[in-house]
């Protein structure tokens, strides 16, 4: 099992920026971040696919969150940009083997999470 590592987050006011950081110990077809506000489900956020080396991102955040990697430190990092009250959340960074990776079932390994929270 890959252990995660997370780092980052914090608060900040709307349209501000943070930065969240995950180091991964093992290797695994994706790995990916998921959120979860109170009261809600786990929701997917962005993943990255070793095999072709692609990212995904949910509706949600695309145009305002990058996912980027750093192989050498094997660390996958989410920049996040125009914040808004609704990115909430604790981030979870997961790493699977499932080719489903926008389902949090697909992901076997979890990080312990890192909250984020966006006030108005």
């Known amino acids: 099992q890959v252990q995660l590592a997370e780092s980052g987050g914090g608060s900040v006011q709307a349209g501000g920026s943070l930065r969240v950081g995950c180091v991964a110990s093992g290797s695994s077809y994706a790995l990916g971040w998921f959120r979860q506000a109170p009261g809600k489900e786990r929701e997917f956020v962005a993943a990255f696919i070793w095999n072709g080396r692609s990212v995904r991102y949910s509706d949600s955040v695309r145009g305002r969150f990058t996912l980027s990697i750093d192989d050498a430190k094997r660390t996958v990092s989410l920049q996040m940009n125009f914040l808004k009250p609704e990115d909430t959340a604790v981030y979870y960074c997961?790493?699977?083997?499932?080719?489903?990776?926008?389902?949090?079932?697909?992901?076997?390994?979890w990080g312990q999470g890192t909250q984020v929270t966006v006030s108005s």
């Open positions: 997961a790493a699977g083997e499932s080719r489903t990776w926008w389902e949090s079932s697909a992901y076997d390994s």
